[in-house]
């Protein structure tokens, strides 16, 4: 069962935004309505986007990222396209470090979406066109990261995503 917190509506004062409350640390997001629709300002691509369950999510994902493991937002990419095997697919984020090497591929799904093997599938399947070192799968309750070792053809799970600055070394 999901826990909701609450937002100030500013078009209606007094009558809440409730949205999942995921687990990510507190940050401040900026939301605003227009036509009956929600919308929270992406820091990383500088506009309003539409709140959908996994705009939710990848919003917190980008703010801990930002916040917590100190990637600069200068260095990500949300929500670009590229093609493997003729198929055009689309990203949820990638993190560069700064030779604009990318060194971290998110893949973020709905709160109440599982995390299952058909997630990693897809994750590892836009890995094989990108070969990026570090892996995050996040529905905003349960995160898994992994490393990857390309020589031996594996991957190892970590306990928590490393900080930025690891990323350098």
């Not at 917590?68 to 493997?84: A, D, Q, T």
């Not at 996040?138 to 490393?147: A, R």
Request: with cysteine; proline share 6%.
């Amino acid at each position: 069962m999901l826990n909701f917190i609450s937002f100030e509506r500013n078009s209606t004062p007094g009558m809440p935004i409730e949205l999942p409350e995921l687990n990510f640390p507190p940050s401040d997001y900026k939301l605003k309505e227009k036509d009956g629709k929600l919308f929270v300002l992406d820091v990383v691509r500088r506009k309003y986007v539409a709140l959908t369950p996994e705009e939710w999510v990848r919003q917190n994902c980008l703010h801990y990222l930002r916040d917590v493991k100190k990637f600069p937002v200068s260095l990500m990419s949300v929500e670009r396209g590229f093609k493997v095997n003729k198929l055009n697919l689309r990203y949820d984020l990638v993190a560069y470090n700064k030779k604009a090497e990318a060194v971290l591929l998110v893949e973020c799904k709905a709160p109440g979406v599982n995390i299952d093997q058909q997630t990693f599938d897809q994750i590892a399947a836009y890995n094989l066109e990108l070969k990026v070192p570090y892996l995050m799968v996040t529905n905003g309750i349960k995160h898994y990261c992994c490393v990857m070792d390309f020589v031996e053809k594996r991957y190892r799970f970590l306990k928590e995503v490393p900080a930025f600055s690891a990323m350098l070394e």
